[in-house]
Structures are given as C-alpha cells and as structure tokens.
C-alpha cells in the first residue's frame, strides 16, 4: 500500500485560485468515488473539506472544490484567503477496505 | 454534536505495547452508519491510516501494521481502543481517533490527537 502522490508545496498570492492532485492508481483513486480532503493547521487536528471526490461539508466554504479524472484526483481553491495557508492531505479507498493518505501538501499563501 | 477524545500513556519503552482509547460523546460506537478509525502522524510527517472497526466487530488495518495492531471495540462504555504491539521510536507520533460515515470517504469527526512517545 504506498501513499498517493501529492506536491510538497504549492503557493498563491490572496484572490488567486490554486489546484492540488493526488495521484494514486486504478486500485485506490481511479477505482472508487471514495476521495476525501482535509485541511491542517500548525498544532491541529485534520479538517474534512471534501469527500467523495466533489461533496462538501455543511459549513465548508465554496471556495473549495474537488474533482477527479483517471487516477489523479483535484482539490481547487479559489479566492485564496490568508487562512487557507495550511497542509492538505488527500484521502482514498484502497483494495482489501483499507484506505490510504497522500503525503501531503503545505500551502503557502504569498 | 459528536466529540471524541483520545487517551492513554504519553511515554511508552520499546518493545512494549502501545494502547490508547478513544471516549465517543455524542453518538454511539453502536451505530450501523460509521466506521470508527485510528489515524497517526509522525512529529514532522503526513498522515497514516492505521485502521478501522464497524459496530459488528469487523476490522480492517493498515497492511504495514497489521501484525502488531487490534482495534477493538467497548460498546458498554462507548469506547473504541487500539493496540500497537513490539513498538519501536518509529511508532512516535500523534494518535487521532475519528469517525467515518458507511459507504462514504466522509472522515467529518477527530479527536484532538495525542501524543505517544517510544522511549526508553
């Protein structure tokens, strides 16, 4: 079971919008509709902002969105505000009903 | 609303077993809608799923862990628990409990994670 592929970082000046993938396989993401995305901040707990693939939380911003094409899954962010600077990891359903993160990716608001 | 809070040992010796317990307020480790899982994240590192455990009784673990690991489930109490046997300093980091809805990647509830350290 390896960790699905993310970048390390990506960044974005405030009103921009920035894309993250996540690339796994036809096991995990490319085989399932079953990709979650969390938000962490420095010191805190993970954060749903996206589940299966597109949908997202009572009381998410709709600045977040998800999609998926093949085996690599996106979260878009527009708008980019201040507090968007945080990791993002992605999430998603593997064989044998296990699941399996991404590495994650830290955010960097200029 | 549902809240879950992690405990145990902050400070585990090598070769020992870690156990920590998950208290669920707010909703019942009874219900056949959720999945209750454990998640770890190294000081400095991402995440990784441990493994998950259905209100019948059924687990499912990380491959990579598999051998040392049990989630088990205390439904008198409303707690869920996980053991990590033979561990070793890779086994530091911090230990979150969570919720998972049925037939969804929908993870909406964490606990606010604790810390276990492999030390002698």
């Known amino acids: 079971q390896s960790a699905l592929t993310q970048p390390a970082s990506v960044s974005g000046s405030p009103g921009q919008s920035i894309t993250i993938s996540c690339t796994g396989t036809?096991?995990?993401?490319?085989?399932?509709?079953?990709v979650s995305w969390f938000q962490q901040h420095p010191g805190k707990a993970p954060e749903l902002m996206i589940y299966?693939?597109?949908n997202r939380p009572s009381g998410v911003s709709n600045r977040f969105s998800g999609s998926k094409s093949g085996n690599t899954a996106s979260l878009t962010i527009s708008g980019l505000l201040a507090e968007d600077e945080a990791d993002y990891y992605c999430?998603?359903?593997?064989?044998?009903?296990?699941?399996?993160f991404g590495g994650g990716t830290k955010l960097t608001v200029l | 609303q549902l809240q879950l809070q992690e405990s145990g040992p902050g400070l585990v010796k090598p070769s020992e077993t870690l156990s920590l317990t998950c208290t669920v307020s707010?909703?019942?480790?009874?219900?056949?809608?959720?999945?209750w899982v454990w998640i770890r994240q190294p000081p400095g590192k991402g995440l990784e799923w441990i493994g998950n455990?259905?209100?019948?009784?059924?687990?499912y673990y990380n491959p990579s862990l598999k051998s040392r690991v049990t989630i088990s489930l205390d439904t008198s109490k409303n707690q869920f628990s996980l053991k990590l046997s033979s561990v070793t300093a890779a086994d530091t980091a911090v230990y979150y409990c969570?919720?998972?809805?049925?037939?969804?990647?929908?993870?909406?509830?964490w606990g606010q994670g604790t810390l276990v350290t492999v030390s002698s």
């Open positions: 969570a919720r998972r809805r049925g037939g969804s990647s929908d993870l909406d509830s």
């Open positions: 707010g909703g019942s480790v009874s219900s056949n809608s959720y999945y």
């Open positions: 455990i259905y209100y019948s009784g059924s687990t």
């Open positions: 036809s096991s995990d993401v490319g085989g399932y509709n079953y």
């Open positions: 299966d693939v597109s």
């Open positions: 999430n998603s359903y593997a064989p044998s009903s296990t699941w399996v």
